[in-house]
């Protein structure tokens, strides 16, 4: 029901910043909880931020204080800003979406993911 299109990864510097977008193709994206994943080289899979349909947030704690999740539902849209970025934040990174159609019925939506590279 939703496709997810990430943007803004590239190349940075040790302690560089980064906004990445992740616009979403569909509808009721206000109900949805977002999140961002992100997979360094020879790694699984890891949560970095999520934030609710009602805009609570939480993040990974290699991230906090550094890296920051939003949203503009009007935009339907969710960003992470990243800064103080270090090479270990080097991954692919993924925009999720999580729909609670119901307490026994869920659904997740993935984007193609962005490439992040920390590097002097």
């Known amino acids: 029901q939703v496709q997810l299109v990430e943007s803004g990864g590239g190349l940075v510097q040790p302690g560089g910043s980064l906004r990445l977008s992740c616009a979403a193709f569909?509808?009721?994206?206000?109900?949805?909880?977002m999140g961002w994943y992100r997979q360094p080289p020879g790694k699984q899979r890891e949560l970095v931020a999520a934030i609710t349909s009602g805009a609570g947030t939480n993040y990974a704690d290699s991230v906090k204080g550094r890296f920051t999740i939003s949203r503009d539902n009007a935009k339907n849209t969710v960003y992470l800003q990243m800064n103080s970025l270090k090479p270990e934040d080097t991954a692919v990174y993924y925009c999720?979406?999580?729909?609670?159609?119901?307490?026994?019925?869920?659904?997740?939506?993935w984007g193609q993911g962005t490439q992040v590279t920390v590097s002097s």
């Open positions: 999720n979406a999580h729909w609670i159609r119901s307490s026994w019925s869920t659904r997740d939506y």
């Open positions: 569909g509808s009721m994206f206000s109900i949805y909880d």
